[in-house]
């Protein structure tokens, strides 16, 4: 029998990542490479009770059939919520996703044609780029710094007439993979570039709450609120497993979404959606995530501690995240990430090398001597015995 | 701010159906439309319990991150269930899907490029129409009877070299909307026929547990499992609202459809098959599901009779089901089905017309005077009631 597979499904390929996480997360091995959020994060008990509850006081509805808009107390939720980003959208724009993950999808089914040209920083959400190419996108890297893409860059790459973006996708609040966050100017100036060329904005922004001292400056989309489509999800502030995030899109592109969203799976679980509307209807949120930032920052510091302590003297570079689960380190020149990882696993540490993120691949590039390390699943002395191990496989690597 | 879709977007439209149900759903309306299941069939006590014990004794992992090709215990009872229908297949061949709508999303994305003949029932599934949609397909219909689609004609349109069919996308119990099943000699015939073809099948089964005297014959797939993707649900057998499905696929086509899920939503949500697989994991699903089919057949029967004493000389003819959840009638010439809305929802009684299920609309065809009818959501004396209220919107346009 013989499969004849559309030509997009040539073009997927097994996640580079994935394939790491497989070794990796072999017994015994101290990972930093997964971006799993920590269990002991997880309001196991406000969800039982919140389970319980919808179970028992409207079990029916949970588990029936719903619109695919979703759950209107959750919708409205969500618009609330969003004010403190300085975004004024209405429930009627929030469209609720199975996870964040399918708000790419979706986007990608609306916006992207064969051989549209899309941008994306460098590096960028591996899962965005999955996300994208079964569309066939072009996708056309902009040069990014510590604070984020590069505007005067951005610029230079909108294009014009057939060849002009679809859009520019930016992760502004703790990036994936990287940790950085774009500074107030660089959005300001990002936001005007995008309004006078008419480029829209995909902004996803699943670890904006995870912030440490300070929240972040105010989303993108707060800026160009008609030509952004806005990503959120509640992997990070309650867990990943219920599979529960959003988007919000203007009032033009809104149906199309909704109609891509009906397509892909009708609805997102009724029973999720009502269970979570149930945790959090009472300032859950703002009771539970300050704990969450602080056990992330108290192991960021730990993580950096390590590095400071491992790592001297050996020509390593990293940043210092001001939020979310990652940094991003840039080991020496002449030093690759890949056979480094071949090692450092031998002497139980994991991580995944930064070549993976990068939509564009340059053999011998310096994108191969750079490393994504998670700080937020292992223990503090995970941490400092994994750096150890770490610095170890790097010294007899130089 | 102008957004530039893609071409497929413009191609995609608002499901008939959810504007009809728009209409028909408003408070008094008796409502044969949609296709919910009897919520009194929902096991909410079941889930309450294993909702608790899932989170009590192994919350952390039922609310993080998972493997995208689903649970294991999951996939494995999906694969010893199927020996039920002549099906044996490995838990490795089994992809947990969010519902399986997303199934028929995650086929279309690796299987349809633009322009690609695929071959569907007349009349079919309406939500797989909205799936294969986006990529842009030729949609052929073959000509089928009361015992499903029509062998001769399905063979004369396969189609050779390029444009041979990607697949034929069939529904052969008690099939949405018609609520027709095909036979053991019908089925035997596609299967030949496919197989001496190389054409691929997409067997959708959403209601074969549903039966009310004797299971159905056993599946395609089970006759041509190399060319053939299944698909399964738990909509119908536990609750819609998990968004609860699953793919079968051969080994040569599973590594893609996997790849497609992933970029898709990541994973089917944890917390949902750990809840669904300790519902089930003690035989649970054998002694629920005949009180499901006891009650769909009364209600058939109480549909039925109804028809029989309402519809007395007015010149209409439907089936008789042998499970699921839906009739179907055809009305007498020239009496159209659109405009018998409008008079029955005023009389407060509504149905779907079944010109919604057709691929090919052929104005003034007879698919206009064709209705579907659900008897699983409104109560017996729902259906008495509105079923002499439709005779009388019927009587009225005669």
């Excluded at 919808?54 to 107390?73: C, F, H, I, M, R």
């Excluded at 300001?188 to 904005?201: F, H, K, M, R, S």
């Excluded at 979404?257 to 009708?266: E, G, I, M, P, R």
């Excluded at 997102?268 to 009771?287: C, H, L, M, W, Y």
């Amino acid at each position: 029998m013989n499969w004849t597979l559309a030509q997009r499904a040539e073009k997927m390929n097994p996640s580079v990542i994935r394939e790491i996480l497989k070794v990796t997360e072999l017994p015994g091995i101290i990972s930093f490479a997964g971006g799993l959020p920590s269990p002991q994060t997880f309001p196991i008990d406000a969800m039982r009770e919140a389970s319980e509850r919808v179970l028992s006081q409207d079990g029916k509805a949970a588990l029936q059939y719903a619109a695919s808009e979703g759950y209107a107390p959750l919708r409205e939720w969500v618009a609330q919520d969003l004010l403190k980003q300085g975004m004024n959208v209405s429930p009627d724009q929030v469209l609720i996703t199975t996870g964040s993950q399918q708000g790419l999808d979706l986007v990608a089914k609306i916006l992207i044609d064969a051989g549209s040209r899309i941008l994306v920083e460098t590096p960028t959400y591996l899962g965005a780029l999955q996300a994208f190419t079964p569309m066939e996108p072009t996708v056309v890297s902009v040069d990014s710094d510590e604070h984020g893409v590069d505007a005067a860059d951005l610029r230079a790459k909108v294009g014009t007439g057939a060849d002009k973006a679809r859009f520019v996708y930016l992760l502004p609040n703790f990036q994936n993979p990287t940790g950085r966050t774009m500074t107030e100017e660089r959005r300001a100036a990002v936001a005007q570039l995008a309004i006078e060329n008419g480029l829209p904005i995909i902004e996803d922004n699943p670890y904006g709450d995870l912030w440490f001292d300070a929240p972040p400056a105010p989303s993108l989309s707060s800026r160009h609120p008609e030509g952004s489509v806005y990503l959120g999800s509640f992997s990070k502030i309650l867990a990943p497993g219920l599979r529960l995030g959003y988007l919000v899109a203007p009032k033009a592109l809104y149906p199309k979404l909704l109609q891509a969203k009906q397509a892909a799976d009708l609805h997102t679980p009724s029973f999720n959606q009502r269970v979570v509307a149930e945790v959090i209807k009472d300032g859950f949120i703002d009771r539970h995530v300050p704990t969450i930032r602080a056990l992330y920052k108290q192991q960021c510091e730990a993580m950096l501690a390590a590095l400071d302590r491992e790592m001297a003297g050996l020509g390593l570079t990293w940043n210092r995240p001001a939020g979310g689960m990652f940094l991003w380190v840039q080991l020496p020149a002449g030093l690759k990430a890949i056979p480094l990882l071949d090692k450092a696993v031998k002497k139980g540490v994991a991580f995944v090398p930064g070549s993976a993120f990068y939509a564009t691949h340059e053999e011998g590039g310096a994108n191969e001597s750079t490393l994504r390390l998670s700080f937020v699943t292992a223990t503090v002395d995970q941490i400092n015995t994994g750096m150890a191990a770490l610095a170890a496989a790097i010294r007899e690597s130089l």
